[in-house]
């Protein structure tokens, strides 16, 4: 059976103390999750350790980091690199955010390292796609987001895939409180699927773990989990507040 995960993205929010109040919050209230039903909680980088620190021994919550350097070590003043988010304590680190991708220019090549830095020192991957509106608009986003997910993780090995999990996230429902409906979630994440399938195989592609983002919330978060395809949620603005990000867990423990 493969994972469910709701993973928080915090983005550049919350100061220290704040970040630590907040997963305490959530620590106090949070629901029994499982192997097959996980928590990410993804910081800022310079509150991995402290988070790491926090969620040491608790099994199944994990700490993710939002981004990672394409390059292993050297002359790059301002990167974080993998091996060092591995040795912070770190389990996930999320690749190809559509803000990194605009605001930053990171190509589908730039992805592709940074994905195989992240593999190579032992991080579980959440690779993200997704269409911005003028893609969906014109009906061709099913080509759009199987071009990104060919570039970015094609070159990886069987072995390696199955510590990828995939964020579907449109970019015209990121922060804007226009949520996919279920249905258009369904019908793109089974593509997403299919598309592993073609490459992978039928079992890679039944075993891959495809996430939801893009405003989801507590009023809308079980009826997209409870899609067959959907395997959980990235997280934006609703895991900044506990009780809404905890409502968001009960939703994914209970699909
Ligand atoms: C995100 O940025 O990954 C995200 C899903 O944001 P939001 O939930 O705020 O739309």
Same mark, same amino acid.
């Given at each position: 059976m493969r994972k469910k995960i709701v993973a928080a993205?915090? $983005?550049?929010?919350? &100061?220290l103390s704040e970040g630590s109040f907040l997963v305490n919050e959530i620590l106090a209230a949070a629901p029994a999750v499982t192997a097959s039903r996980q928590v990410v909680i993804a910081t800022p980088f310079v509150h991995l350790t402290q988070t790491a620190a926090q969620l #040491? %021994?608790? %099994?199944?919550i994990h700490v993710g980091a939002q981004n990672c350097s394409? #390059? $292993? =070590? %050297? =002359?790059? &003043?301002?990167e974080v690199s993998a091996a060092m988010l591995n040795d912070a304590g770190v389990q996930y680190v999320i690749i190809g955010h559509s803000e990194r991708r605009g605001y930053f220019n990171e190509d589908s090549a730039m992805l592709a390292k940074k994905a195989n830095q992240g593999l190579e020192n032992g991080l579980q991957v959440i690779f993200c796609c997704g269409e911005p509106l003028e893609i969906r608009d014109a009906g061709t986003q099913n080509d759009y987001v199987g071009q990104q997910i060919k570039e970015g993780i094609f070159h990886l090995t069987a072995e390696q895939l199955k510590n990828v999990v995939i964020a579907y996230e449109p970019i015209w429902a990121i922060g804007t409180g226009r949520t996919a409906t279920s249905a258009q979630a369904q019908e793109i994440h089974a593509y997403i699927r299919n598309v592993i399938a073609a490459q992978y195989g039928n079992d890679a592609a039944a075993g891959i773990s495809i996430l939801y983002g893009g405003s989801c919330n507590p009023t809308n978060a079980a009826e997209l989990f409870a899609c067959p395809d959907v395997d959980g949620g990235l997280i934006g603005g609703a895991s900044l507040k506990a009780d809404q990000f905890l409502a968001i867990i009960s939703a994914m423990i209970n699909s």
């Open positions: 993205n915090w $983005k550049m929010n919350l &100061t #040491e %021994g608790i %099994g199944h394409s #390059e $292993k =070590a %050297g =002359a790059y &003043t301002g």
